[in-house]
């Protein structure tokens, strides 16, 4: 990608959406329907699988880590910054080798983002706590991936085809 | 376009349900790692003995005599811890229990078998709690 005043624009414009997406998910908790802590729908990913298809991997890697470090300035939770760096960078990682995929659709790349995220977070959480007992919570979460990360590839889906009119990144 | 753009296809694939599975099948592992009981190693229980708040004995389960232990306990009660030991899938290869008691209530006797960290006996009129705990850290809950 060039870094034209476009493409610079177009990354500020999806850092906020998702910072939005982020902030709006705190909003209505996911807990209140699944009992278990720490779930949420992701719908940060939706900003995350888009930018990788539509700008590439390192825009969308410069997007998640812009996202991760004002997010955690803006809820002031410093400790909340290595869940979602550690996350938010393996489920990076992971969508980038799926992508590569000719075989998986969105779907496929937005649920094994989404298991990735939540493999990720629980290595930070064995890291902070330095004992490998958290890891016993691994089970719910991916199961409640499975749903999430279908549900933020349905989302991304109907945004890729809302965009193939738009052309916004010629 | 740009040359970076590439389009991903928008309905589900059959290799979609790959992806899917592997993850079904991790989280199946991890619980089986985490929830099936554990054989040997792992963390190390100990079984604590109170007796009218102070504590009377404190052994690691691996050390435990093979037969029934009696305690006594406050206000002339007696109580029979016993051990018992199981072969079976998917029950606790360890496990203790108070057998028998003198006491009125006998709520400790029908409490049944301990045998994770954390669980407990109690019996009241004795003043006795027979608790279990696990040398490894007991966190709960981490709320990020």
């Not at chain 1, 910072?19 to 949420?40: A, C, H, Q, R, Y």
């Not at chain 2, 985490?34 to 190390?44: I, N, R, S, V």
């Amino acid at each position: 990608m060039k870094l034209n005043p476009r493409s610079i624009a177009l990354c500020a414009v999806l850092t906020a959406l998702a910072l939005g997406l982020s902030t709006l998910e705190n909003l209505f908790p996911v807990t209140l329907i699944v009992p278990l802590p720490g779930v949420k729908l992701g719908l940060a990913n939706i900003v995350t699988v888009f930018a990788l298809y539509e700008l590439g991997a390192v825009p969308a890697l410069t997007i998640l880590a812009a996202r991760c470090l004002l997010g955690g300035v803006f809820a002031g939770n410093l400790s909340a910054l290595l869940f979602s760096l550690l996350g938010g960078f393996t489920a990076m990682l992971v969508m980038i080798v799926l992508k590569h995929c000719r075989g998986l659709s969105v779907y496929g790349v937005s649920i094994g983002g989404a298991a990735a995220h939540n493999i990720g977070q629980m290595a930070a959480a064995v890291i902070t706590l330095g004992n490998t007992m958290v890891l016993g919570y691994l089970p719910f979460l991916l199961a409640v991936s499975l749903v999430t990360g279908t549900l933020t590839g349905f989302v991304a889906g109907l945004l890729f085809r809302a965009m193939r009119n738009i052309h916004l990144s010629h | 376009m740009t040359s970076n753009s590439s389009q991903p296809s928008l309905r589900p694939k059959p290799l979609d349900a790959l992806v899917a599975a592997v993850v079904i099948a991790l989280a199946v592992v991890t619980a089986l790692l985490f929830y099936l009981p554990k054989t040997g190693g792992g963390d190390q229980l100990t079984l604590v003995i109170t007796v009218g708040g102070q504590e009377q004995s404190r052994t690691p389960v691996t050390q435990l005599p093979d037969g029934p232990v009696r305690i006594e306990g406050r206000g002339g009660y007696t109580l029979t811890l016993s051990p018992s030991y199981s072969d079976l899938p998917f029950s606790p290869e360890w496990s203790v229990r108070v057998s028998d008691s003198d006491c009125p209530g006998q709520d400790c006797v029908h409490t049944g078998a301990i045998s994770r960290a954390g669980q407990s006996i109690v019996c009241l009129p004795a003043q006795v709690v027979i608790s279990i705990v696990s040398t490894a850290s007991d966190v709960d809950a981490v709320l990020g």
